[in-house]
C-alpha cells in the first residue's frame, strides 16, 4: 500500500489529536475532575476566595503601594521634562530656534542625566563653540586662493576682457603691418 504526503499528514494530525485528548483526561482524572470546565470552575472559585481572604486592610495596603508607585511615575515624568526645559532654555538664550534649536538638542551632550543648570550652560556653550550655525552665527567664509579665486580653482585673469577684432590687431602689430599711429585710429 502506497501513502501519500497528504493522506499521511491526516493520519498524523488525527494521531496527535488523539494524543492531547488522552493526555488531557489522564490529567483531569488525576486531579479528581470530570472535564475541563469543572477544572475552570475550581480555579476561578479559588482566586475569588483568594481575594475575599484578604482582609479591608490588606486590600487598602495594597491601593496604596499602587497610588505610591503612580506618584513616582508621574514625579520621574515631571524630572525628564523638567530637565528638557533647563537644556531647552539653555540653548533658546543662546540664540537657537527652530529646526536648529531640536538639532542642538540632540546635539548637547552633558555629563549625566541629572546635570544642573550650570553644567547644562557650559554644555550649551561648548555646543555654540562648535557649531555656532545652530545658533544664528555664520561661520567665516573658507579663505580664497590668491588673486580672489574660490578655493580649489587658479586665480582668474585680472585683465578686461579683450574687444572684438583686438586679437587680429595685436596680431598685425606684432607682425610689423602696423604702426603705433596707425593703430590707434
Known amino acids: 500500500m502506497t501513502v501519500t504526503q497528504d493522506r499521511l499528514g491526516r493520519l498524523l494530525t488525527r494521531e496527535k489529536a488523539q494524543g492531547e485528548r488522552a493526555g ?3 490529567l483531569l482524572a488525576g486531579l479528581g475532575f470530570e472535564t475541563a470546565k469543572d477544572l475552570a470552575d475550581f ?8 481575594q475575599a481572604a484578604l482582609s479591608e486592610l490588606e486590600r487598602r495596603e ?13 514625579e520621574e515624568l515631571a524630572a525628564q521634562r523638567e530637565r528638557a ?12 530656534s527652530g529646526d536648529d534649536l531640536a538639532d542642538a538638542e540632540r546635539l548637547l551632550v ?3 542625566e541629572d546635570a544642573d543648570e550650570a553644567q547644562v550652560q557650559a ?3 561648548a555646543l555654540r563653540a562648535r557649531r555656532p550655525e545652530l545658533f544664528g552665527e555664520v561661520r567665516q567664509p573658507v579663505a580664497s586662493a590668491p588673486a580672489g579665486a574660490p578655493a580649489g580653482r587658479g586665480p582668474s585673469r585680472s585683465a578686461p576682457p579683450p574687444s572684438p577684432g583686438s586679437a587680429g590687431l595685436e596680431m598685425a602689430r606684432r607682425r610689423g603691418y602696423l604702426t603705433e599711429s596707425t593703430a590707434v585710429q
Not at 526645559?85 to 537657537?96: C, E, K
Open 110 to 112: 552633558t555629563d549625566g
Open 123 to 125: 554644555a550649551a556653550e
Open 43 to 50: 480555579v476561578t472559585t479559588q482566586r475569588e476566595a483568594e
Open 85 to 96: 526645559a533647563v537644556r531647552r532654555a539653555a540653548l533658546v538664550s543662546m540664540g537657537a
Open 24 to 26: 488531557i483526561k489522564r
Open 62 to 74: 495594597q491601593v496604596a503601594s499602587d497610588r505610591e508607585l503612580q506618584a513616582a511615575r508621574r
